[in-house]
């Protein structure tokens, strides 16, 4: 009976054996996933608050560059080249600039939220005669400019306008929203994090459409605001979009969102009563593109392809590849000015 006891005793002991390893290894996964569902939330966090900071940076930009997009889009991608990987030398940050630039060409968003077009209603015919000439035209006009220099002496400049609901010092705050589609790298990580997402949203698909383009791209959209007062005369340009929700200007079709009723459109508007065919495909017209994106299709007309600069009227605020007389590439030497180094923001 002796060695028929010890047998069983020796069995039992491999028998837990074998159950200490199973729970070590599936204790070690739990652990190693959380601890790789940690560091992607810390990358995302950094990520976060570059882009902020580089919203800033371009908000500063267009404060200073009459709100053009061109100057914003470039500012923003300057201020992230320490997030794509820096640099110690010219060639190194031009890499990085580069890599920003593409990256936010397909999985970024910039809209201009103020001055909304109404906000030209405090156009300045004698700035738009001078400064406004030297912008594209918006609609086949001239852009209207708002005055900024002696606001204090403008008689009129705190009372409110009624298309716009606005003075003269709401009219000269630049505000932006900048969508940034974040891509978690880190392997099981990256899709606990985007189902953590789904599930804070209810699991329900965002309202924005762009948004629903980064996920299903399977990319966390990173929203962050900007808001700086002008330090230069505000331009029209066709990002600008209308207070009632409507597409912005488009330089390619009609003259803009009609009043109720089907009238004429309101007076001083430069774009006169819609001159041209209607650019959009179907009648449907969506939120204009400030990055000139693919995912932000707008009014295209029939045939013609995003970023093609013989057709597509996003190319005429100079940000599609080959538009003649308007794209304006940065070297290595300006991205490695007074103002540039290798973290992210570059001064």
Not at 41 to 69: D, I, P, T
Not at 197 to 206: K, V
Request: with cysteine.
């Amino acid at each position: 009976m002796r060695p028929t006891c010890v047998h069983r005793r020796s069995s039992q002991r491999k028998g837990m054996r074998g159950v200490s390893m199973i729970e070590l290894a599936f204790g070690t996964l739990a652990l190693v996933t959380i601890g790789l569902a940690v560091v992607q939330y810390g990358m995302l966090y950094f990520a976060k608050n570059n882009v902020n900071y580089a919203a800033f940076e371009a908000a500063r930009a267009g404060a200073m560059a009459h709100a053009q997009v061109h100057d914003i889009r470039q500012r923003f991608a300057r201020a992230l080249v320490g997030l794509y990987g820096g640099g110690t030398n010219p060639a190194e940050i031009a890499q990085s600039y580069a890599r920003a630039a593409a990256d936010l060409e397909a999985n970024a968003q910039l809209e201009i939220l103020n001055p909304v077009r109404e906000s030209f209603e405090w156009n300045d015919p004698k700035l738009q005669a001078t400064l406004g000439e030297k912008f594209p035209k918006v609609r086949g006009a001239t852009p209207r400019v708002i005055p900024n220099t002696a606001l204090h002496l403008r008689e009129g400049a705190e009372a409110v306008r009624p298309a716009s609901s606005q003075n003269l010092y709401d009219a000269n705050l630049l505000k932006l929203r900048i969508t940034y589609g974040y891509e978690p790298r880190i392997p099981i990580a990256n899709k606990l994090l985007l189902g953590a997402w789904s599930a804070a949203s209810g699991f329900r698909p965002p309202d924005d459409p762009y948004q629903q383009a980064l996920l299903a791209r399977g990319r966390i959209p990173v929203v962050t605001h900007a808001t700086v007062r002008m330090e230069s005369e505000p331009v029209e340009n066709v990002a600008m979009v209308s207070r009632s929700g409507g597409p912005s200007d488009g330089g390619g079709g009609g003259g803009g969102t009609p009043p109720p009723g089907g009238g004429d459109p309101e007076p001083g508007d430069p774009g006169g009563g819609g001159e041209g065919p209607d650019p959009c495909v179907g009648g449907v017209c969506e939120p204009p593109p400030s990055l000139c994106l693919p995912g932000d299709a707008r009014c295209l007309p029939p045939g013609c392809r995003r970023g093609d600069p013989s057709c597509d009227p996003v190319c005429r605020v100079s940000c599609c590849p080959g538009t003649p007389g308007v794209s304006r590439p940065v070297s290595s030497a300006a991205l490695t000015g007074p103002d540039a180094v290798s973290r992210p923001g570059g001064g």
